[in-house]
């Protein structure tokens, strides 16, 4: 597997994003959705809620946090390949460029996954900033970047495959959007009954939520590393499959 041209198809994308990042627009829609969740069930809800081991809004800020990166890496790319490659056409011209298949995902995944950081850090310092007894720690933040990272290249696969940008919609209504309610995000997975809990535990998110709440490398964290790098593995091949049969 070949990863040449990989940096400058990052490269691209990060300086088109470094234009806009700081902007109050675009500041404010990373930023509006988490923090709307964090008001109504952190704080709102969050004190009649006790959970073992922690108050709720400690519990819910590290998934908003998977949450927050997983939307945003995978809507960034996947809504832009939508539209490079059946309305602009620029991305028939990247495949035509001396640029392998794993290094178009590769790049593209990178761009994603560095937004999906960018949102996630914005809601990090927002917990900071709370009472609580939310921490920063080692493995919130591998969990953070293999998320971005997994989702990005989901981005990229769904991106390839829809036939209309109106179809990316669809495809967040029924991965993303149940992921983010059902994936342990905002209650913990044991209070799913058992039927439903065995099909939500094999989600990705669900493993994200296991890894980013765990404080040491542990039986259950290390298992949950391994089916992250396991689905990023799977969704950067896919990706790489999709553009080396690409023929549009």
């Known amino acids: 597997m070949q990863l040449t041209g990989w940096y400058p198809v990052y490269l691209r994308e990060l300086l088109l994003f470094r234009r806009k990042c700081l902007r109050p627009g675009y500041l404010i829609s990373a930023g509006l959705v988490p923090l709307m969740y964090l008001t109504v069930f952190g704080l709102g809800l969050g004190g009649s809620v006790r959970l ?14 998977a949450m927050t990166s997983m939307t945003n890496a995978y809507a960034c790319v996947a809504s832009a390949l939508c539209l490079t490659r059946l309305y602009t056409k620029t991305f028939q011209l ?3 460029a001396p640029v392998s298949a794993a290094g178009i995902v590769l790049g593209e995944a990178l761009a994603a996954m560095t937004k999906g950081l960018f949102a996630a850090g914005l809601l990090i310092g927002m917990g900071l900033l709370l009472p609580g007894q939310f921490r920063v720690t080692p493995l ?3 969990a953070t970047m293999l998320n971005s990272g997994m989702f990005a290249c989901l981005g990229v696969v769904a991106g390839l495959l829809v036939r209309s940008h109106e179809e990316t919609s669809t495809y967040t209504n029924v991965f993303i959007l ?3 309610f ?3 995000t905002f209650f913990p997975l044991d209070r799913l009954p058992a039927g439903l809990r ?6 990705p ?8 709440r765990r404080e040491h490398l542990d039986g259950p964290a290390a298992a949950a590393l391994l089916a992250l790098a396991a689905y990023t593995t799977l969704f950067f091949v896919i990706g790489m499959r999709r553009i080396q049969r690409y023929s549009e």
């Open 52 to 65: 073992a081991g922690g108050d709720y809004l400690s519990f819910l800020l590290p998934g908003l946090i």
């Open 94 to 96: 990247l495949v035509q």
């Open 140 to 142: 919130l933040l591998l």
């Open 178 to 180: 149940p992921m983010a």
């Open 182 to 184: 059902f994936g342990g």
């Open 198 to 203: 065995a099909v939500v535990w094999a989600l």
């Open 205 to 212: 998110l669900s493993q994200t939520n296991v890894l980013i």
